[in-house]
């Protein structure tokens, strides 16, 4: 699971906040950070934070956390620059400041991606020519093995779970089946 831990001082208390790759969010896929308790996720009070200010997400592609500046007016700093347009990559020590407010990216979880495995179906005969050849699979299909009952599912299932055991499917090996 893919995971960013935050914390910052509030009130004269510590606070620590755990940002995931599918946050539960306001604005899916996001995590929003501000003072406005109806737009953000996380709020922070002091008054030169920007009622809407940064969100933080996870790249799947890059597997990395970012921050994407929502406010040119008040702009964000991110380990001493500012960030007036776009997105920046963060890691694990990153000081980001929302006006005079200090945050700090104390933790940076990625998991990797398993890597796709080849599952052969039963054994086709073999034709031998004269030249080797490169086996084609033209009617090979994706599916997700079930890190816990080993059965295959339908990349469609991703989202809803192994139709058999009902384990997430999040962290399942993505195989070959020919």
């Known amino acids: 699971m893919n995971v960013l831990t935050l914390q910052w001082q509030e009130a004269g208390q510590n606070k620590i906040q755990q940002i995931y790759e599918k946050h539960n969010s306001k604005n899916p896929g996001t995590c929003r950070i501000g003072r406005d308790p109806a737009k953000c996720d996380i709020v922070l009070t002091h ?106 599912s339908p990349p469609e299932n991703l989202q809803i779970g192994c139709p058999w055991c009902g384990t997430s499917l999040a962290a399942a090996v993505s195989v070959l089946i020919g």
């Open 47 to 152: 008054p030169t934070v920007s009622g809407l200010h940064i969100e933080i997400f996870f790249d799947s592609q890059k597997q990395r956390f970012y921050i994407r500046n929502l406010r040119e007016i008040n702009p964000p700093q991110i380990d001493g620059k500012s960030l007036v347009k776009g997105e920046v990559a963060v890691s694990e020590g990153s000081i980001i400041y929302l006006g005079q407010q200090q945050l700090q990216v104390t933790a940076i979880s990625v998991s990797s991606i398993p890597s796709t495995i080849i599952v052969q179906s039963p054994k086709q005969p073999v034709h031998h020519h004269h030249k080797p050849s490169i086996p084609t699979q033209p009617n090979s299909v994706y599916g997700l093995d079930c890190p816990k009952c080993h059965k295959v």
